[in-house]
Structure formats: structure tokens, C-alpha cells
């Protein structure tokens, strides 16, 4: 995945700005993009499988201060061009389905849209990038480099024509910059006609057996049976010459599966509460676990997108009408999601949403920042520490229930906080949490945080009733609370979204889902969820 921005990674960037940041195994922080890969394909990527500007020209900086480049003017072309080139090639080099050696075939998404390279000079910043694929195209040679140019064809909904010239430009334009398209992927509301294929074969010099339609379906998991029905795969085994090698694509599970989704009846309906809620792509993992979990167990999800802050008092006075729509989403919904997050905007409705779940008995999970609101309400309205809060909101409160980590800097943003695989134990065997992951000892689960649970107030916390299942190996860090009189109120300090697959969802969102159908004594009692131990771990 190459993106042309120069952020280092995705970490500093805020949702708004290009969706949810994604957590690796290995604590890289990356486009949700790199998310769709490891759900769709069941991978499991590293850091270098991102590639942005800002990596780029930071290794080539430190080449150059190293001496490496000893006597040489350093320029785009051919130091930037050829530092591409090569990460690409190294990255390809790394296992990540589980299997010792590379992998037959490596995917390279080219950032960006190439009609602006020149319609908008502000994204010729791709410009390196589209130069190395097309020498990387002339390194490894014919057979082994496969271009597919996904574009648009838009319909005129008064005639209902569809229009060819944004891919015949597009093409134009790819051409140009020494890349010839193999195959074209047609995003369309509808199936293109034969005329249309006819016209994009003649004007971009593509077989019209290799330009396959992408057209809107009714769940995403009819996309890989649409391509196989349009022969794709064979057009890319031929392309790169590994017809004999490869076999036909198994996709009976994800015909089961398009076939529950699109008749799935019963709802179920989930809350989230959130700060970046104007924008669904910044809660996508976390919308695609709850989907995961819904399937899983016969449910067709409905989310109901609570902006945080129209909960809090100031939005009654302010805004009375969309305050009270608001709380009507939250009383309506089977089941309560606050997810993670950073700042302190709307953090107060968080916390209210935490307290009506709590005392209504309305199912409850709470990832990161979700879980530490859950630690503040508590401690506020059942430890009657009326200035509890967190330092991240708060840096003189006098009851610190939540803390910045030793570790962490205050200062440095960038690849500062806890991040990645982390190791979580159970602290008692038969809570509803490790009854979900198959009564496992310990899970394996991603992190992205810079505060904490003070470990100072775990005590009268658990005195008062919340009980802290799980923890790291010091025993000292918090990883998975529970009120043990509540049906399932849990908060997790990792983000277990990362993980969640079709047909493996998450454990966690699982249980929210049975508590929220009214189905989870039923879920623990039987063996449905004994794999997804190995999903954890």
C-alpha cells in the first residue's frame, strides 16, 4: 500500500482526515486499507507493508547522511524512485499468511487518483510513485507485473448512459507515465453493457475479456463471486503466467455467506458513541466487528450513530431538538458502544452513555478510551468522587483514575504510545470475558494507547464492585474490566476490532451482540466460540 503524503505513518493523523488509523501486529499504524487486506485475504501485515512519502524520503535522508550516496547529487529520480522500488521489493519478500516464505503474488495499491496528477497540482506528490511502478514494470519484466486500473464509469441517471471518457482519460494519463493497464476494474451502479465494454476496449486498448464491472451489490461479500463470474482471476493467472499453478478460487464460504447476509431479518441494534461519528469510515473495524459478530450469529445489524457531545447538558440548551434525538438513538438501542478516541470533546456524553448502560442493564463494551470513561463514571457515581477524571483531561484532578503511562511521551506524538500485540492474562477463569475467548489463560490482542487505569485506585475500585479480569504480566496494567451484577458491561483497554474476521469475529463483539439479542447465556453455553481462541492468539 503506497500513500503519497509525507506522514511517516498514519498515526498523527486525525480520523476526519482519511478514516480510521489501523493497528498492526507489530504496533504499525496505518491506513484502514492495510485493515480491508488482513480481513478480506485473513492475513496478517507488517509496518513495511505501508509505504508513504514521508518513510521514503526519511530513508533516503538518512542514506544520504550515512554517506551512502558519497559523491552523488541526491534527487527524486533516481534516488527516491529507486528507494521506492526497492522497499517495495523487500516488503514483498515478508510472510504474512502464517507460511514460511514469501508469497506467490504481491499486491501493490497505488495510492491517490491519477486524474489529478494533472487536473489538481496538489496531488502530484504520486508522481514518484507512479514513476517507480513503471520502472519496477521494466525490472521484473513481462510475467511478472500485472496493472489493474480501477476507475469510474458514472451513469447519467436522466438517459442512463453510462460515460467512458473519465477511464479513457484516466488510461490516457497512466500511459503517459509508462504504465499500461492489463486489466480495468469498472465501478458502476450497474452491470456495463456490451456497448460500453466494446468502447473502453477499443479507446484504451484493452481486451474487452479483461475489463470486469465492480457494480453495486447488496453486501460486500458478493465482490470476490462477481469477479470470479467475470473470469478476473483468469485474466491476472495470465497475466502473469501462472495459469498452471494456480487453482480454481474456493468460495463456497463466502457464497454462504452473501447468501445469510442478504437475508438476515432480525435485528439487532447498537449504539456507538463517539466522537468522529460524521464520518463512518473513522469506526470502520469496529463497524465491520460488529458486522462479523451480527452474521455470525443471525443478526442483521442496524448502528445508530450517537454523536457524543449531543448527549452532553450544553447541547439541551444549545441544540434541544438534536440533544433529544440523540438520547432517543442511545434508549433505543439493545446495546451500547463507546469506542477509542482522543481529546476531551464529548468526552462528558461518553460518560453519560456509559452511566445509562450501567444502570439500565443495557449490554455495555468499551474500547480504550471507552473503557477508561466507563473507570471514570464509576468512580464518580458509585465511589462519589465527584472530580474524578482522567490527566488527559484533567491534569490537576485530585482522583486520577486515569494516568499517562511512564513509557509514553508527552511531547513526541509519533510512534510514542503502547502499540501492537500485546499480551493480556485472566485474572479469574470463569468471568463472561474469558468464557468468550474459550477459557483461555491469556490472549494476544492489539494496543493503541497512551493512558491508563491508575493502578493506585484499582483497589477501592474493586471494592465498590468493578472487578479487573484481565491484566498485563506485571499484574500492574489494567487490560479488561466487568461489573459482574451487570449482563455484560466489559471494557477492554485494547482494541480487539483489529482482529475480528468473517466468519472469526471477535469474541468480545460477539458477546455484546448475544447480550444485546438476548441470547448470551445461550452463546456460553455452547462451543460456537471455542475457536476463537486461536483468532486472540
Known amino acids: 500500500m503506497t500513500d503519497p503524503y509525507l506522514n511517516v505513518d498514519a498515526g498523527t493523523m486525525s480520523p476526519f482526515e482519511h478514516g480510521e488509523v489501523y493497528v498492526l501486529e507489530d504496533g504499525g499504524e496505518v491506513n484502514l486499507d492495510l485493515g480491508n487486506y488482513e480481513r478480506f485475504l485473513n492475513i496478517k501485515l507488517t509496518r513495511d507493508n505501508n ?45 504474512v499468511d502464517g507460511k514460511e516464505g514469501p508469497a506467490d503474488v504481491c499486491v501493490i495499491e497505488l495510492g491517490g487518483t491519477i486524474g489529478e496528477l494533472i487536473a489538481n497540482s496538489g496531488d502530484f506528490e504520486s508522481m514518484p510513485f507512479c ?83 465492480i457494480h453495486d451489490v447488496t453486501n460486500i461479500w ?77 443478526r442483521k445489524l442496524v448502528v445508530d450513530w450517537v454523536t457524543a457531545s449531543d448527549l452532553e447538558d450544553a447541547a439541551a440548551k444549545e441544540s434541544p431538538e438534536v440533544h433529544k434525538s440523540a438520547w432517543n438513538l442511545l434508549k433505543g438501542a439493545g446495546g451500547v458502544l463507546v469506542p477509542g478516541g482522543f481529546g476531551d470533546v464529548g468526552v462528558q456524553g461518553k460518560i453519560l452513555a456509559a452511566k445509562y448502560a450501567r444502570e439500565n442493564n443495557v449490554p455495555f463494551l468499551g474500547i480504550c478510551l471507552g473503557m477508561q470513561i466507563s473507570v471514570i463514571e464509576f468512580a464518580r457515581s458509585v465511589l462519589k468522587l465527584r472530580d474524578a477524571n482522567s490527566t488527559e483531561f484533567d491534569p490537576e484532578t485530585k482522583n486520577p ?32 470475558s474469558a468464557q468468550l475467548y474459550g477459557k483461555a489463560d491469556y490472549i494476544d490482542e492489539r494496543h493503541r494507547h497512551r493512558y491508563e487505569i491508575n493502578p493506585d485506585m484499582i483497589k477501592e475500585l474493586e471494592g465498590a464492585g468493578l472487578v479487573f479480569v484481565g491484566r498485563d504480566e506485571t499484574g500492574e496494567r489494567m487490560e479488561i474490566l466487568e461489573l459482574p451484577v451487570h449482563p455484560y458491561f466489559v471494557g477492554v483497554q485494547f482494541h480487539p476490532e483489529f482482529k475480528s474476521r468473517p466468519g ?10 448475544a447480550a444485546s439479542s438476548g441470547v448470551l447465556g445461550d452463546l456460553l453455553k455452547t462451543s460456537r466460540h471455542s475457536n476463537l481462541k486461536d483468532t486472540s492468539s
Open 51 to 95: 509505504i508513504t512519502t514521508g518513510k521514503i524520503i526519511q530513508s533516503v535522508i538518512d542514506k544520504e547522511r550515512r554517506g551512502d550516496y558519497l559523491g552523488k547529487t541526491v534527487q527524486t529520480v533516481p534516488q527516491v524512485v529507486d528507494a521506492i522500488q526497492d522497499w517495495i521489493e523487500q516488503a514483498a519478500m515478508i510472510p
Open 131 to 213: 514513476e517507480a511502478l513503471g520502472q519496477f514494470s521494466y525490472r521484473v519484466g513481462p510475467g511478472n507485473f500485472c496493472l489493474v486500473h480501477v476507475s469510474l464509469v458514472p451513469v447519467l441517471n436522466v438517459v442512463g448512459e453510462q460515460k467512458t471518457k473519465p477511464t479513457q482519460h484516466s488510461v490516457k494519463i497512466l500511459r503517459g507515465l509508462g504504465l499500461t493497464p492489463n486489466l480495468l476494474a469498472c465501478r458502476s451502479t450497474k452491470p456495463l453493457d456490451e456497448m460500453t465494454k466494446e468502447k473502453l476496449s477499443q479507446f484504451c486498448h484493452v481486451h474487452a475479456e479483461n475489463i470486469v464491472t
Open 222 to 298: 458478493h465482490i470476490p463471486l462477481l469477479l470470479k463470474d467475470q473470469k478476473a482471476h483468469e485474466a491476472i493467472l495470465k497475466a502473469l503466467q501462472l495459469q498452471g499453478v494456480a487453482g480454481e478460487p474456493v468460495l463456497e464460504e463466502w457464497v454462504s455467506r452473501a447468501k445469510i447476509c442478504d437475508e438476515l431479518h432480525i435485528q439487532v441494534r447498537i449504539a456507538m458513541v463517539g466522537k468522529y461519528t460524521g464520518l463512518a469510515d473513522s469506526y470502520l473495524s469496529v463497524h465491520k466487528a460488529l458486522l462479523h459478530a451480527s452474521i455470525s450469529l443471525n
Open 401 to 432: 483514575c486515569v494516568i499517562c503511562m511512564p513509557e509514553c511521551s508527552r511531547t513526541h506524538m509519533g510512534g510514542t504510545m503502547r502499540l501492537g500485540s500485546r499480551r493480556t492474562y485472566f485474572r479469574v477463569s470463569d468471568c463472561i
Open 504 to 513: 472469526q469475529p471477535s469474541a468480545l463483539f460477539l458477546g455484546l451482540i
